[in-house]
């Protein structure tokens, strides 16, 4: 199985400032017959399913806003926030769809300072 | 615009099966598969499988491999999970979320907390 580990486990920032989310996977998820990578990242808030924020490392779903972004290739990748808002405080997950199973990182935790 | 609702709570005991549903509207159901994600409380997200409604095909996390069959009815664009042999650690929130085999899952229901407790 692919590992999926996320940095930190949590962070606390001012309104306004940037916020950074490492995630690393065990194994590359970059497929070279596409050069696409297969990685994705999800919003929680509790009580509510997640919420496609990313997909192909870098590619904004339609709807999010344009502060959440995404970046990165082959086993290293980070989403950063720009401009942290109260709304954006939740718990963010990576996911690989390389392979199955599918696995995600272990969650970091957004919370305003 | 894509639905995907899912069925209530359930209580079960040690060893009954559950059966979760999740009835999808709002788009081709047969173009899309159902992928099952859980997430017992306080935890991450957990991958269980997928089934594609198309050809019933599917691909089971082998840690549920024995347990878990998924399916779908396409006359009521409905995806079904059941889980087996239930214990107290699949005490979790079940969601179905709508995904290409190859993909990442862009809608999801709203999640069925299944408890197991005897």
């Known amino acids: 199985d692919i590992v999926m580990t996320q940095s930190p486990d949590s962070l606390a920032l001012s309104l306004g400032e940037r916020a950074t989310i490492n995630c690393k996977s065990s194994q590359s998820i970059l497929y070279s017959s596409n050069n696409k990578n297969y990685l994705a990242w999800y919003q929680q808030k509790p009580g509510q399913p997640p919420k496609l924020l990313i997909y192909?490392?870098?590619t904004r779903e339609s709807g999010v806003p344009d502060r959440f972004s995404g970046s990165g290739s082959g086993t290293d990748f980070t989403l950063t926030i720009s401009s942290l808002q109260a709304e954006d405080v939740a718990l963010y997950y990576c996911?690989?769809?390389?392979?199955?199973?599918?696995?995600f990182g272990p969650g970091t935790r957004v919370e305003i300072k | 615009q894509v639905q995907l609702m899912q069925s209530g709570p359930e209580v079960k005991r040690p060893g009954a099966s559950v059966r979760v549903s999740c009835k999808t509207s709002?788009?081709?159901?047969?173009?899309?598969?159902i992928t099952w994600v859980r997430q017992a409380p306080g935890q991450g997200l957990e991958w269980m499988g997928w089934?594609?409604?198309?050809?019933?095909?599917?691909d089971y996390a082998e840690k549920f491999q024995e347990r878990v069959t998924m399916t779908t009815d396409t006359s009521t664009t409905t995806g079904y999970m059941e889980l087996r042999s239930l214990r107290a650690d699949d005490t979790a929130v079940y969601f179905c979320?709508?995904?290409?085999?190859?993909?990442?899952?862009?809608?999801w229901g709203q999640g069925s907390l299944v408890t197991v407790s005897s």
């Open positions: 979320a709508r995904s290409k085999y190859s993909g990442y899952e862009e809608y």
């Open positions: 192909w490392a870098s």
């Open positions: 996911q690989q769809y390389f392979g199955t199973p599918r696995t």
């Open positions: 089934i594609s409604p198309q050809n019933g095909k599917t």
């Open positions: 709002g788009y081709t159901f047969s173009s899309y598969g």
